[in-house]
């Protein structure tokens, strides 16, 4: 056969010289890695031949071997599942670019420590490589189950790697070490020994529910053994808690996630009955860098009868909890299920809302029993969770009781609806909330001066999220939610001074100056009104109390939706000398050309002072270069 020679991309270079010169202090995950991948290809066999019994291909014995030759220092971990074809070998081997090998590359810059470091070999998909921790050369051979040709793929790990055509490959995939000498200063284990062969898989591989067997050393005088089974396979969630150590746990949300770090919480879920399952799910203690991507791989394995079915089975769970991971094996589903019928499924739908109910019981117990827990869970999925608030109507309120928002009263320390409701002042009725892009900026918004100067409580929303929840959700325990940038705000009620006796007077006496900006301002604006809500500002921009804030606009446009450009209303501040002085300008002078020119300039710092940007920039830029110049 032809032995055609690659070059590895620049990116798979860097990535096996990181693995070559021992970035990574803990070289045994090497061995966790490679098993990890031969239990999914008999995983996905398993699944393959569920799906199409005319495949050709033997089940009778999936299970995967570990070989020991000590003279020729070679390991090699096989496995009799689904393999790969001559292209998929090219595909997923030759080019690590499609496990993500940039980001990985990235983050691993950003590691803190080796641990971390350690983790992202998994997370990335990259886990083959780790071989080369432990080799200097990896010889890999396969053939994808159904087909009658093999492949080998061979490399010393530098600039290149070949590709061979092979007719006696066996089905599955072999991985076959040529291991460097052991270095035990640089945690580099001599791997042809049983011992420590034995003690990796105890370790990292006990949960894999494939026997992974290995042939034991011939003592002298004896007759050969046969070969030994080196992983219990016991399901963990099967098993009673106290037959499982956390470590056990924690050991199969690693394997499941590609999570190098412990998992947060640890939830366990029998349903005995009409319809039994077990549920182990695991909240992570960060959230993953993909997390709000389209491509993100949510949902917990399904497992029927201990029988692998699917990975990343979404209907378990909604999308607003993509980020649990684990593991639910249900007792009364056909092996042959499949996605679209898991979504019709009443019985998968029953399971989504206690799993659903159980996750947000568990978050509900961080709040009342560890703050510390719960504050690295909102930090990590609070945006994820919010999702919920609009798309589960059902579990609205169980979201709401265990979500905690930035606010006005704390620089800090994050406030739940039911504590801002405590604090309310007399007379208060409203919730009030404002979003934007940060907390620094909405801070300082004009729309929080009245508020400010009156000491009403408003909640400081920051993710994107909150421009749809807000309005999604409406109220809490009869309190209405309210933007104090939308609609028009009356704190009369909450303590003003004015009357609104001296308040229509006012309007009477600058109703010229506010019709004439309508006119001057009609492409841009809606209306023109004085505005109870500014103290220091001399204008800001707000949206109608039921429109769209901008922000909300921007958003929908980005998902692809069309938005329709909506007006809205300017408002002034009949106190600042600015508009005082505008005012007067208006009442003495015929010739309003100039004061048409400082009228599009207030509107366009208004514009401004809420992050936005003037429609011409460049004209806004030469009004206010022209009134510098006066000045000097």
């Not at 182990?280 to 993100?296: K, Y």
């Not at 940060?438 to 993710?463: C, W, Y």
């Not at 949206?543 to 804030?549: P, Q, V």
């Amino acid at each position: 056969m032809t032995t055609e020679t690659f070059e590895f991309q620049v990116e798979a270079r860097q990535l096996l010289q990181l693995m070559i010169h021992s970035v990574y202090s803990n070289k045994d995950v090497f061995l966790r890695e490679l098993v990890s991948n031969a239990s999914d290809a008999l995983d996905k066999l398993r699944l393959e031949k569920l799906r199409d019994d005319s495949l050709d291909a033997d089940v009778s014995d999936l299970h995967i071997e570990l070989d020991v030759d000590k003279e020729a220092r070679t390991l090699t971990v096989r496995d009799n599942g689904i393999g790969m074809s001559y292209d998929e070998v090219g595909k997923l081997i030759g080019t690590i670019a499609n496990s993500g090998t940039a980001a990985f590359l990235e983050e691993l810059k950003e590691a803190k420590d080796a641990a971390g470091a350690e983790g992202l070999i998994g997370r990335f998909g990259v886990g083959f490589y780790s071989g080369f921790m432990a080799a200097d050369e990896v010889t890999l051979v396969t053939r994808r189950a159904g087909e009658g040709q093999g492949t080998r793929w061979t490399s010393r790990g530098e600039a290149t790697y070949t590709l061979e055509r092979v007719d006696d490959a066996p089905q599955g995939t072999s991985v076959t070490l040529h291991l460097k000498p052991a270095d035990p200063e640089n945690q580099l284990y001599d791997y042809t020994s049983e011992w420590t062969i034995r003690e990796i898989v105890k370790r990292y591989s006990d949960f894999i529910t494939w026997p992974i067997r290995m042939v034991p050393e011939t003592r002298e005088g004896e007759d050969a053994p046969g070969p030994e089974t080196l992983n219990s396979m016991k399901a963990l969630w099967a098993r009673s808690r106290a037959e499982v150590s956390d470590d056990e746990y924690h050991e199969l949300y690693k394997h499941i996630s590609h999570d190098w770090r412990e998992p947060l919480e640890t939830i366990r879920l029998q349903a005995e009955g009409t319809f039994e399952y077990q549920a182990l799910l695991f909240v992570p203690s960060h959230a993953p860098h993909d997390l709000f991507t389209r491509d993100f791989k949510r949902g917990v394995q399904l497992y029927v009868k201990r029988v692998f079915i699917m990975d990343d089975c979404e209907a378990l769970l909604p999308p607003y909890l993509r980020f649990v991971k684990g593991v639910v094996d249900a007792q009364d589903l056909s092996l042959n299920v499949s996605r679209e019928i898991l979504q019709q499924d009443r019985h998968i739908r029953m399971m989504q809302r206690r799993l659903t109910k159980k996750v947000l019981s568990t978050v509900k117990e961080f709040m009342a029993k560890d703050a510390d827990r719960y504050a690295t869970f909102w930090r990590e999925f609070g945006t994820a969770l919010k999702e919920g608030l609009v798309t589960d109507p059902e579990n609205r309120d169980a979201i709401l009781a265990v979500s905690s928002f930035a606010t006005t009263h704390s620089a800090d320390e994050p406030t739940t609806l039911a504590q801002y409701v405590e604090r309310m002042k007399d007379g208060q009725d409203d919730i009030w909330f404002i979003t934007g892009e940060s907390r620094q900026s909405i801070e300082n918004s004009p729309h929080m001066e009245a508020f400010r100067d009156k000491g009403i409580e408003v909640l400081l929303l920051t993710d994107a999220v909150d421009e749809v929840w807000a309005d999604a959700v409406g109220e809490y325990e009869g309190k209405k939610l309210r933007s104090v940038a939308k609609g028009e705000i009356d704190l009369d009620a909450e303590g003003a001074e004015k009357t609104g006796e001296e308040r229509e007077k006012q309007a009477e006496e600058y109703a010229g100056l506010l019709g004439w900006m309508r006119e001057r301002l009609d492409e841009d604006i809606k209306e023109v009104r004085l505005s109870t809500r500014l103290t220091v500002s001399p204008a800001c921009i707000v949206s109608d109390a039921h429109g769209l804030t901008p922000a909300l606009e921007n958003m929908y446009r980005a998902m692809g939706q069309e938005v329709p450009r909506t007006k809205r209303i300017l408002e002034l501040n009949p106190g600042h000398p600015l508009v005082k002085g505008l005012h007067e300008a208006y009442r003495a002078k015929e010739d309003r050309t100039e004061l048409a020119e400082s009228a599009e300039l207030l509107h366009s710092l208004a514009v401004l002072a809420e992050g936005g940007q003037p429609k011409d920039p460049a004209r806004f830029v030469r009004l206010v270069a022209d009134r510098l110049e006066r000045t000097l």
